[in-house]
Structures are given as C-alpha cells and as structure tokens.
C-alpha cells in the first residue's frame, strides 16, 4: 500500500491553473526527486500535500487518512508529514534548541525535559548538538537549515517534504545539508524533495518526476529518466540532444 | 512684571504631590498592561481572527483614534451610568486609559504582525501548530520586538494624556495641583513643580520601557 | 426646568464645535510656522541653535498639553493681564504643534537617502541650494501623510482648552449636560462631532501614505 496517494490533484490561483491533475504514488522508504522548470509546479504540490495550499479537485491521502481542509485533520496530516522550506524559516527568537523543542511542547504536549532530550538527539542527528544554545542568525545558511531539519524530525514524522532546500545556500555549504539528506535516506525515511541537484538525485532517488506545466510529464527510476530521455521538453531540460 | 515666585508651598503640599505621583503611575501601570493586551487582543482579531469580528474591531478602534480622551473619560464617567454602569472616579480612569491605548496599541502590534514573513506562519502550520499556536509561539514575541519602540511612545503618550483624569476628580498628580494652587493661590508654581514632575515621569517611564523590553527581548537559552 | 430636545442639543453643540474648527486650523496653521522656523534652526548646522530645538521637542513632547494650557494661561496672568482663555488656548496649542510637526518634519528631511546630498554637492550646489532644489522637494512628499495625520492629534488636542475655558465642543458639552442632565446623549453626540472632524482627517491621511508607497514601489 502507498504511503501518499495523489490522484488527480488539481491546483489553480484564480484564472491560472498550476496542478492540472497530478498522479502519484510514493510507497514508504521510497525517496523521489522533482524536477522541473521553474513555474511547473513543484512547490505547489508539496505545499498542497502538507495542506498549506487548498486542493481544488482530486485527493491526497497520507498513511490512509484524507486531506481534509478542517483543523483536526490538517494537524493530523501535518503530525505525519514535515516539510523544510527553501528559506529555512527558523524561528528567529528561539535558540537552535528551542526551535526544536517548540513544536514537540506544543503540539504533542511532550513535557520539556523529554523535548529537550530529543531535541538534542536530533540536533546531534544533524551534526549541531553543540549549537543547541545559539540563536539562528548566529548559524550559517547550512546549520540553519540542518536545524530545520532537525526541527521537522523532532515531530517523527513518516514523510519529509524538502522545497529545493540547498537553493538558498553558498556553494560551499550545499554538501553538508545533502550529507544530512542522504543519511536519511538511507536510514529508510520516504522523502520528496524538490531539487536542483542532478548528482544528488541520481545517487539517491528511487524515482524522479519531471513535471511540466503542471503535469507529472515523465517519470521513472533515475537512471532511465536521466540516461534516456524519453520527451524533448525533459531532453531540453537535461540539455541533451 | 513685579512677581516674587515662591516655593515655600512645597514644604506643606509635598504629601499631596507625592499621592498624585502614585495615582498617575497606578494608571499608567494598569493602563499600559491591559491597554497593550486588549490591543495585542484586538491585533490578532484585525489581522488574522474571524471574518464577523473584524468590523466590530475596526469600528472600536476608528471610533477612539479619532476622539478626544476627555470625551471618551467623560463618556464612561457621566454617560455609562445611564446604562447602569456606574464606576468610581479612579475606575472611570483606569477604564478608559485602557480602552484608549487598547486602540492605539491595537494598530501599533497589527503593523508589527503584518510584518511578519509568510514563512513563519507556514513553518508553524507544518509542524501542526494551530493558527492561534503559530500566533501565540511563533508570531507574536518577534513582531512584538518590532513594535516595541513605537509602543513605548505610545504609552508614554497616554501616561502624559491622563492628566485629564482630574476632571473627573480622580486624584491624580494634575489633581493634587489643581488642589495645591486653590489653597496656596501660586498657581504658575504648582503647576510649573508638577509639569516638572511629568517631565522626570516620561523619561523615567521611557528608561523603563526600554529596561523591560530588554528584559522581554533577552536571548536566554532553552532548558 | 426647559425641555431640550436632541434636536436642541445637537444645535447648541455644533454651534460651538465652529470654535473648535478654528481653534483646530489657528493652531495647526502657527504651528507649521512655528514648526518650520524650529526644523531650520534645527538643521542648519548650528550647534547651540539644535540643542535648543531639540531640548524644545523633548519639553514639549514629554510634558502634558494641559500642563502646557495651565502654565500659559497662569504664565500670561504674572504679568499682570487678564488673559483671555482663547489666547492661552491658542499659544499653547500653537507652541505645542510646533514640537510635533517640527520633529515629524526632521524625520522626513533625514529620510532622504544621502546619495541625493553627495549627488548634489558633486554638482556643486551650495547648503542652501541643496535644500532648496534637491532636498526639501522630496522630503515635502514623504511629509505630507503624516502631517496630515497630527492634524487629527491637533483637532483632539483643543478638547483641552476647555478646562481653562475657552468655550469650544467639549466646554458646550459640559454646559449642555449640566443644563439637561442627559449626559450619554450629550457626550455621544461630542464624540460623533469630534469623530465626523477627525476621521476623513486620518482617512485621507491613510490614502495618501499608501500612494505615496505604492508610487515609491514603481521606481
Ligand atoms: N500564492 C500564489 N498566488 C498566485 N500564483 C501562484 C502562487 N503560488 C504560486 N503561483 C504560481 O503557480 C505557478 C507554479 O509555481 P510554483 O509551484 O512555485 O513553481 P515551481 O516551484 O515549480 O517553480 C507559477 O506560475 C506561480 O506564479
Ligand atoms: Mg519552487
């Protein structure tokens, strides 16, 4: 049985359709890589799959239970599914700690040392147990994000959602945020990610979306889609010939 | 001009001053701590509450940004018993500072949230936090800090707006002049000391403010 | 004892609300005289000249208005004249405005970015050159929203002559209540008058700083 099940997601804002009908299912462990042009899509389908955009037809499951637009069921979608965004959006009057023990206090109601206690681990997990006490604007762009990792984690989640999380960094500093990704894929967590990264997504993926205008135009594991290219819009966007 | 000042009052009237002082900070303390709630309030109503709340927000707001605090104090006091709410002087006093700068710090604390990035609000929701959660953990503390200067003036604004209080007899440092020059009949004098004493009570009042947004604002660490 | 009906009260209380009208528009007219005079002794450079200003603002603006009311009115008095309500009225409010606008004004001088200074002086343009062609042109615009906005601080601001007894709306209220004992009536219909002066004040004030913005956004 599929983790997230999409079918004929649809998505417009005002006269302007974005999601013209999205299928796709993510079985749990799998990691899927998007890909595509600027404008195609791709960070409204991940927005539409943690519920921060409304659907306007089809229907998106996670682990059984619907997306509805209600408070209880998007807490309930949302406990089970993390997203980390291209611009971090750490909290910035909470430490490193704090943005990780937030969530798991108020949500979950976990009593504070055991967020604290987690907090540490996932920190730990992401290679920062030793920034827990410094605020994000004393972080570079790679630990804040690596702590809005941690952050996402804290919450266990069964899926992560990952907006081109490396886009907004310094060239040098892309390779320890893939580190941490790619240690979690291999720990088994289902993850979508929406990446620039070629190498990374042939390395790692399990399958890779092409969207295009709005549709998923191609799909498959990265060795076809990237080797052999089955439509011009992807051989265009690969630049081969 | 052939006027001796004189000063020898104070020796006398000090105790009626003194009481004055305290009364006016009395206001301004619970004026300024449920005036900024009541706006806190009334900024999340106006910016993220319900669709039927926010005209009523709006219309409190609008109506006392744009009327005199003497009318809003004489209002309560003299108009509201005819509804049957009959207050005391002091509490007339303490009631409208607070329903004045409640609208004043309502716009005040708005600017500051609608100067909040969207991606707050987004990263709260997706670590299922509740809209009133994102509000209360994520949003409110940093747009806050935003705000806390122009806040601050706006309290100090009020703290010198309630020398009006007097008119309605509640016992206020205005009142204790008032109350000085009718016995001693040194009228410039009296209200020279106590324009003085506001002076001292605005930069005290602003010192402090500061003092408690920095205390407020403090990066500690997370236990 | 005579019968008022809401219709008489409401005329007695607009009749007065003209002398708040006046009052409003003497004062705010001084004080942007007065508030201009201050801004230039302000920004001319003259050490001693912008300390006085700015020990001006800080008095005024950290002092009461009625405080200011009482010391002009009881001030005048030492010298032995009997002064009338209106003029202490008038010069406290005009002194008053002054402080405010003088520092809204500062505010908006400074918010000229300082590549228009260094793009003039390379031009070779004198102090006064500089104010007068590159410098005042635009900090007039970026003035005029919040200049209208104390207009509304300046109407609510008269409220409080009529404790030393210039018989404006708020006096006629006290008057007219005490003469009907209806005073819920008579303070909410204050209110609405005070209202129907001050909110196209803020409102146009409003409008004006948010095309102001958006004119800023298409540069
Ligand atoms: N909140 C919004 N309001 C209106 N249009 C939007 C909004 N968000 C995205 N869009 C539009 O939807 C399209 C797809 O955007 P997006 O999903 O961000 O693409 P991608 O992430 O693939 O670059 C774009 O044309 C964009 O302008
Ligand atoms: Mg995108």
Redesign the interface.
């Known amino acids: 049985m599929p983790l997230i099940e999409i079918t004929d997601v649809r998505k417009r804002f005002g006269e302007n359709e974005v999601l013209k009908g999205i299928d796709l299912d993510v079985k749990p462990g799998e990691v899927i890589a998007i890909i595509g042009k600027s404008g195609s899509g791709k960070s409204t389908l991940l927005r539409c799959i943690n519920g921060l955009e409304t659907i306007d037809g089809g229907s998106i499951s996670v682990a059984g239970s619907q997306l509805l637009p209600d408070e209880v069921h998007l807490k309930a979608l949302r406990l089970k599914v993390g997203m980390i965004f291209q611009q971090f959006n750490l909290f910035p009057h909470l430490t490193a700690g704090g943005n990780v023990i937030l969530s798991q206090t108020v949500v979950k109601k976990t009593p504070k040392p055991e967020a604290a206690a987690m907090a540490r681990k996932m920190l730990e997990r992401v290679g920062l147990a030793e920034k827990f006490d410094a605020y994000p604007d004393e972080l570079s762009g790679g630990q804040q994000q690596r702590v809005a990792i941690a952050r996402a984690l804290a919450m266990q989640p069964i899926a992560l959602l990952c907006d081109e999380v490396t886009s907004a960094l310094d060239p040098e500093l892309v390779a320890e945020v893939l580190a941490v990704v790619r240690e979690l894929a291999a720990e088994g967590m289902t993850l979508l990610m929406v990446t620039h990264e070629m190498k990374f997504a042939r390395d790692v993926c399990s399958r890779v979306v092409f969207m295009h205008q709005g549709r998923v135009h191609e799909i498959g594991p990265p060795e076809d889609v990237f080797a052999k290219p089955k439509t011009p819009e992807l051989k265009q966007f690969l630049g081969v010939q | 001009m052939n006027y001796a000042f004189s000063f020898s009052w104070l020796t006398e009237y000090y105790p009626v001053l003194l009481k004055g002082i305290l009364i006016t900070i009395e206001l301004i303390a619970v004026g300024g701590l449920f005036g900024v709630a009541l706006g806190t309030a009334c900024a999340w109503a106006r910016a993220l509450g319900p669709a039927w709340l926010k005209p009523l927000v709006s219309a409190y707001v609008e109506l006392i940004r744009n009327t005199p605090f003497l009318i809003q104090l004489f209002f309560i006091f003299f108009g509201l018993p005819s509804l049957g709410l009959r207050l005391s002087e002091l509490e007339a006093a303490n009631l409208a500072m607070v329903v004045n700068l409640g609208a004043y710090s309502c716009e005040i604390v708005r600017a500051g949230i609608q100067a909040t990035p969207r991606g707050q609000f987004e990263a709260g929701a997706s670590l299922a936090m509740s809209p009133i959660q994102t509000f209360r953990y994520v949003v409110l503390v940093p747009a806050l800090q935003r705000i806390w200067p122009a806040l601050s003036s706006q309290v100090v604004i009020v703290m010198l707006g309630s020398a009006v209080v007097s008119q309605i007899a509640a016992e206020d440092l205005t009142f204790a002049a008032n109350f000085i020059q009718s016995r001693s009949f040194r009228a410039f004098e009296a209200y020279f000391v106590t324009t003085a004493i506001y002076l001292a009570l605005a930069i005290l009042l602003r010192r402090a403010l500061a003092g408690i947004g920095a205390m407020i604002f403090a990066r500690r660490p997370a236990r | 004892m005579m019968e008022f009906s809401t219709w008489d009260i409401l005329r007695n209380l607009l009749l007065a609300a003209r002398w708040t009208v006046v009052l409003s528009l003497v004062s705010f007219l001084g004080g942007g005289i007065v508030g201009a005079l201050l801004l230039f002794l302000r920004i001319g450079g003259n050490r001693v000249l912008t300390a006085f200003t700015r020990y001006y603002v800080e ?1 005024f603006q ?7 009311l ?2 002009a009115f ?2 005048l ?4 004249i009997n002064v009338p309500a209106w003029l202490a009225a008038g010069i406290a409010l005009v002194l008053w405005t002054a402080a405010f606008l003088a520092e809204i004004w500062r505010g908006c001088v400074e918010a000229v970015a300082r590549g228009q200074w260094e793009a003039s002086a390379s031009l070779g343009m004198g102090y006064v050159q500089q104010m007068r062609y590159v410098i005042l042109p635009q900090a007039l615009k970026v003035a005029i929203p919040p200049t209208v906005g104390f207009s ?1 601080q300046v109407v ?2 008269t ?2 002559t ?2 030393i007894g210039f018989v404006e709306l ?1 006096k006629a ?2 008057v007219v ?1 005490n003469a009907t004992f ?3 009536t ?3 219909l ?2 609405l008058i ?2 129907a002066l ?2 196209p004040l ?1 409102k146009s004030s409003q409008a004006l700083e948010r095309k102001l913005n958006a004119a800023h956004r298409n540069h």
């Open positions: 008095l950290g002092t009461p208005l009625l405080m200011q009482f010391l009881f001030g008095g030492l010298f032995g509304v609510k601001g409220a409080l009529s404790i708020s209220g006290t209540t209806q005073p819920f008579v303070y909410g204050v209110a005070y209202f001050c909110w803020s």
